[in-house]
């Protein structure tokens, strides 16, 4: 925490911090995995830049180089003796005067490492998970900056994520302003239409997912597919071969069934199961080509 390491019952801020209150936070979500040569985190260079976008957008200083984070976080994960680690790396508005006006607050930095398995379930990442559209829709770009992975834009997330859970489901498909397909709660979303990959523009309110840029890469580099960037339908789900999500929490999971409907013969197909075994073997560093994706904790 702001530079030092600080004991997991002692990482604590106080009740009057602005981000808690106003929701002034940005984020990462990042994952170390256990590779045949140690733990190696995924991407990093490409998570510490975003992190670094999303405070830009909301006029945040990150008192530190993107270096300095990169090095603090492989620092945390070393000390910690993680093997396979979820990464948070928190930029957030301190504690110092309450008010909109962010102004008098610090920015500080946190890293938390910790353990953390399958974000939909062992079985979900196996079989499928059920999936329903949300009645909440994914915030426009013109009401928030949704290229911003900040805190306070979770909470809409939150009520699609409550919602689905209560319908019996296990996550949301959010549906931007005019209708279409964009995200899951915490995911990007694809379908295979025709044997095609789609999956909405970054022009869209979507998170540019990084796990969602690496699948779209090893999709046209690995399995020579066509991927398609546009807008999804609502329908489009229904009759899609095909559909998944990805994230660094959720990974690679297929979707069997959306809003009750069968996708395909309710099993995952050939493309998910494709590019989901090959992002597994890239993770874990059985991928040669693509240990440049890797970074080494020691
Ligand atoms: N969309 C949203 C809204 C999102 O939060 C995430 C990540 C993604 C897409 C996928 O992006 P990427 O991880 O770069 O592939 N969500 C993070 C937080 C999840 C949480 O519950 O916390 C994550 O997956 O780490």
Redesign the pocket.
């Known amino acids: 925490m702001d530079g030092k390491l600080v004991d997991w019952k002692e990482a604590k801020v106080h009740v009057l911090t602005h981000g808690l209150h106003y929701g002034s936070a940005v984020?990462?979500?990042?994952?170390c995995y256990s590779t045949l040569k140690g733990p190696a985190v995924f991407r990093l260079k490409e998570?510490v830049k975003?992190l670094f976008e999303s405070a830009k957008i909301y006029f945040m200083d990150i008192p530190y180089s993107q270096e300095q984070i990169g090095r603090a976080i492989i620092e945390t994960l070393k000390v910690n003796k993680m093997k396979a680690a979820?990464i948070?790396p928190l930029v957030y508005r301190g504690y110092k005067e309450m008010g909109l006006n962010p102004k008098g607050c610090p920015v500080d930095v946190a890293i938390a490492v910790w353990p953390w398995g399958t974000?939909l379930g062992e079985d979900g990442v196996k079989n499928g998970i059920r999936a329903a559209v949300s009645s909440w829709r994914r915030i426009p770009s013109d009401c928030l900056p949704m290229k911003s992975?900040a805190g306070g834009?979770?909470i809409g997330?939150q009520l699609a994520k409550l919602e689905a859970l209560a319908g019996g489901y296990d996550e949301a498909v959010m549906l931007d302003m005019q209708g279409y397909a964009v995200?899951?709660?915490?995911?990007?979303v694809f379908i295979v239409e025709n044997g095609k990959i789609i999956t909405p523009s970054l022009g869209s309110c979507?998170?540019?997912?990084?796990?969602?840029?690496?699948v779209i890469e090893l999709a046209k580099e690995e399995f020579k597919y066509e991927v398609v960037e546009r807008q999804i339908a609502r329908d489009e789900l229904y009759i899609a071969e095909e559909m998944f999500f990805?994230?660094?929490?959720?990974e690679v999971v297929p979707v069997r069934s959306i809003d009750g409907r069968d996708v395909g013969d309710g099993k995952p197909g050939p493309v998910t199961r494709n590019l989901q075994k090959k992002f597994f073997d890239v993770v874990n560093g059985r991928e040669k080509k693509y240990l440049k994706w890797l970074s080494p904790v020691r």
């Open positions: 984020f990462e979500g990042i994952r998570h975003r979820y948070r974000y992975k834009q979770y997330s995200e899951g709660s915490a995911e990007n979507a998170l540019p997912g990084i796990t969602r840029r690496s990805t994230g660094t929490a959720a």
